[in-house]
């Protein structure tokens, strides 16, 4: 196991015991921190074991999103478009609300960023301040938004945009 796959391990585990399964929190932890790779990886094991049950398209959206956005920051344009349409394909039908995710902040996220890539190259690079991030609705669920904050983890702050809201 790599440096960097035991980090993301022992940040999981550390989100273990509430309602939320900890692979479920802990893609959301990865995803708001740009490490859209692991948060695939993350959220893919709890996937496998639901792939024909009902969460299984839900947690297929989730995942495309974040390959969608490894896509955006090796700066392919295309399979970032893809990956986001097929995300909001998997996505809408749990509007409103599914493990305490609002779906709707999800789905308008997907717009900005299909919008963003369709505009050209510089409108759709990541930086610090234009990275998508996500929260849920349950307070304290325990993940942290882009600058490790907490209050922002409680998905009040939600963008449209899926940009962090200014300090």
């Known amino acids: 196991m790599s440096h960097k796959s035991q980090l993301i391990a022992e940040r999981v585990a550390s989100l273990a015991g509430g309602t939320l399964d900890a692979r479920y929190l802990g893609y959301f932890d990865c995803f708001n921190r740009q490490l859209f ?21 839900f947690y297929k959206g989730l995942i495309q999103l974040a390959g969608a956005f490894v896509h ?17 394909g998997n996505l809408a039908p749990c509007a409103p609300v599914r493990h305490d995710l609002e779906i709707e902040p999800c789905l308008g996220l997907i717009a900005h960023w299909l ?10 690079c990541l930086t610090d301040t234009t990275a ?4 849920l609705r349950a307070a304290g669920a325990g993940v942290t938004g882009p600058s490790g904050d907490r209050e922002k983890s409680r998905g009040v702050e939600t963008s449209p945009t899926g940009v962090p809201p200014a300090p």
Do not use: F, I, M
């Open 115 to 124: 919008a963003r890539l369709e505009a050209g190259a510089e409108a759709w």
């Open 72 to 88: 955006v920051g090796k700066q392919r344009p295309q399979p970032a478009a893809a990956l986001l349409k097929l995300a909001r």
């Open 37 to 57: 790779y692991e948060a695939h990886e993350v959220l893919e094991d709890l996937w496998l074991g639901d792939r024909s049950g009902p969460d299984g398209a």
């Open 132 to 135: 998508p991030w996500l929260v």
